[in-house]
């Protein structure tokens, strides 16, 4: 049987540190995110936002579409942006279910780039405007 990750979800996805593959003037080495995730069966989907960090436009956050799946303690996903920013492109992230089933760590991968990630379950749940947004204290 499957855990079920469905919730509010906080995270970190962290750059790679190969200066060779960073513009110059990226100086970001680390982003902070938040997932709202439904699973149903094996399958999940949701919405993720982050600071806009690495786009000239001025929007303040980048909004993304999660879809993937759940096998056992493996996560694959992918997040599509939504355009905020100009942002269109997919990044590919592959993770672990920690024994207790609050965090998730793995790698991500979009072209040439790659980094890792860590998301940890919010102890609020928190849901977005699409699903009804609101607050459930634990």
Same mark, same amino acid.
């Given at each position: 049987?499957?855990?079920?990750?469905?919730?509010?979800?906080?995270?970190?996805?962290? /750059?790679?540190?190969?200066?060779?593959?960073?513009?110059?003037?990226?100086?970001?080495?680390?982003?902070?995110?938040?997932?709202?995730?439904?699973?149903?069966?094996?399958?999940?989907?949701?919405?993720?936002?982050?600071?806009?960090?690495?786009?000239?436009?001025?929007?303040?956050?980048?909004?993304?579409?999660?879809?993937? /799946?759940?096998? !056992?303690?493996?996560?694959?996903?992918?997040?599509? /942006?939504? !355009?905020?920013?100009?942002?269109?492109?997919?990044?590919? /992230?592959?993770?672990?279910?920690?024994?207790?089933?609050?965090?998730?760590?793995?790698?991500?991968?979009?072209?040439?780039?790659?980094?890792?990630?860590?998301?940890?379950?919010?102890?609020?749940?928190?849901?977005?405007?699409?699903?009804?947004?609101?607050?459930?204290?634990?």
């Amino acid at each position: 049987m499957t855990t079920d990750i469905s919730g509010h979800w906080r995270g970190q996805f962290f /750059y790679p540190s190969d200066t060779a593959i960073i513009p110059a003037n990226f100086d970001v080495s680390s982003v902070n995110f938040q997932a709202w995730i439904t699973q149903s069966g094996n399958t999940i989907t949701g919405e993720t936002e982050e600071d806009n960090t690495f786009s000239r436009f001025s929007d303040a956050t980048l909004p993304a579409k999660l879809d993937g /799946y759940i096998a !056992g303690p493996m996560i694959n996903f992918s997040k599509k /942006y939504l !355009g905020g920013a100009d942002a269109r492109h997919t990044v590919n /992230y592959n993770g672990m279910l920690s024994n207790n089933n609050t965090t998730i760590r793995g790698s991500w991968s979009v072209a040439d780039w790659s980094g890792t990630f860590v998301m940890s379950r919010n102890t609020d749940t928190i849901k977005s405007s699409e699903y009804q947004k609101e607050t459930v204290l634990a």
